[in-house]
């Protein structure tokens, strides 16, 4: 198929490098708003190379969306304006109800895909990217049922070459489940190295204390504002009520803290280690899924 990724950073490129070794793209057609990143890639041979808007969207059978969400936005629906009848749209958007209704009543709705390759690093631009990154990883398609089932084939035809595991869900309740396990682990992450820094104003030894825990802590705070604020904004009714439960246990934990309630400090740290057992029945279940 002859492809287009819009979007060459490190989902877009790495997208793009899983295809190329898949076979599934013929010829990789790139599009960036960066001339300076369109460049890179065509270096870097994530793509063949760098075509305008226009070109590059008529002419696909298969576009990869994978630029910031509030750009998805206005941009999906001028996407599908333009592209070929039987081409197929798929965006790798950390949202999807604002881009999902952004399309909801248009005439070429069924050629697109809603989907969420939940995949990433901390770093980003095309130098970031890198093939196997979506290797084992779950892949979400929401609202299925509104795209054709073309469309859904060629879908799972590239999710199955990125090594992906897909789910399906309804676009609200995705937003609903990623505040909690995507979107609040950024937020904290910000907030934990911001405050640290503002410590590491007056007590400038600071990070020689800094061991492993701190950093694979604070690794997310290193990811891209560029790309982060746009999702807080779109997810900002779920992100506002999970930082409300979380503001909730940070507040019991300083109480008992003052407390001295060592007994009740013990039992709510108990209770939180039984994410790992969560956590490890899901990694034995897709094991031998």
């Not at 819009?6 to 990789?28: F, H």
């Not at 590239?158 to 489940?177: C, G, N, S, Y």
């Not at 950024?186 to 190295?193: A, D, E, M």
């Not at 909730?248 to 013990?266: A, G, I, P, S």
């Amino acid at each position: 198929m002859k492809t287009t990724i819009v979007g060459l950073g490190l989902i877009g490129g790495s997208v793009a490098l899983g295809l190329r070794r898949a076979g599934v793209a013929t010829e990789l057609v790139g599009v960036d708003a960066s001339a300076a990143n369109g460049l890179k890639a065509v270096e870097l041979g994530l793509v063949d190379k760098i075509l305008t808007e226009d070109k590059a969207l008529s002419t696909a059978d298969l576009i990869i969306l994978s630029i910031p969400v509030n750009a998805l936005n206005a941009f999906l629906p001028a996407v599908l304006d333009i592209v070929k009848k039987d081409a197929v749209v798929i965006d790798a958007g950390s949202t999807k109800t604002s881009i999902c209704k952004s399309v909801a009543t248009h005439p070429k709705r069924s050629q697109f895909v809603a989907s969420h390759p939940i995949a990433g690093t901390e770093n980003s631009g095309p130098t970031a990217a890198f093939d196997g990154l979506f290797k084992g990883k779950t892949n979400i398609i929401c609202e299925a049922g509104k795209s054709s089932v073309e469309a859904l084939n060629t879908a799972m035809k590239v999710f199955d070459a990125l090594e992906m595991k897909t789910i399906f869900m309804e676009a609200d309740e995705h937003d609903r489940h990623v505040a909690y396990v995507s979107h609040l682990s950024h937020v904290s992450s910000f907030l934990l190295g911001q405050t640290v820094l503002d410590i590491e104003k007056d007590e400038k030894n600071i990070f020689d204390l800094a061991g492993s825990g701190f950093a694979s802590t604070v690794r997310l705070a290193k990811s891209s504002p560029d790309m982060w604020t746009p999702i807080f904004e779109q997810n900002v009714e779920y992100l506002s009520q999970a930082l409300l439960e979380y503001i909730m246990h940070l507040q019991k934990f300083h109480y008992h803290l003052m407390k001295r309630d060592t007994k009740e400090l013990h039992r709510i740290m108990s209770k939180a280690n039984e994410i790992r057992r969560v956590l490890d029945q899901h990694t034995d279940k897709q094991k031998t899924s």
